[in-house]
């Protein structure tokens, strides 16, 4: 299973930072990733890292503002975001891939956590 923690409310221009521990199954040899959701709108691509944590990609809107990280032997995840804007604001899920690659459509994910509110404020 896939937990993820980290979200909440901050004004714009502010940061936080989620995190993604894997339980039960171990995903050390899994790329892992963030997507997130907004209302009304479909799960898109924020970042995934490969298993290595040598190898990361990143959606255009997030570039330079948000960097995800690998820790703990491989099986936490986080998602450090910073100078955040109001559109940034969706549910966050966290993700295993089905290879070991830094994988950026959801097809290329098998395993789900539940999700975290982010929500910034203009």
């Known amino acids: 299973q896939l937990q993820a923690s980290g979200g909440g409310l901050v004004q714009a221009g502010g940061s936080l930072r989620l995190s993604c521990a894997a339980s039960?199954?171990?995903?050390?040899?899994?790329?892992m990733g963030w997507f997130r959701q907004a209302p009304g709108k479909e799960r898109e691509f924020v970042a995934a890292?490969?298993?290595?944590?040598?190898?990361?990609n990143y959606a255009d809107p997030v570039k330079g503002r948000f960097t995800i990280s690998r820790e703990y032997a491989k099986t936490t995840v986080a998602l450090q975001m910073n100078s955040l804007r109001p559109e940034d604001t969706a549910i966050y899920y966290c993700?295993?891939?089905?290879?070991?690659?830094?994988?950026?459509?959801?097809?290329?994910?098998?395993?789900w956590g539940q999700g975290t509110q982010v929500t910034v404020s203009s």
């Open positions: 993700a295993a891939a089905r290879s070991s690659a830094a994988a950026t459509t959801t097809r290329g994910y098998a395993s």
């Open positions: 039960g199954r171990i995903f050390s040899n899994n790329g």
């Open positions: 890292i490969n298993w290595r944590g040598d190898t990361t």
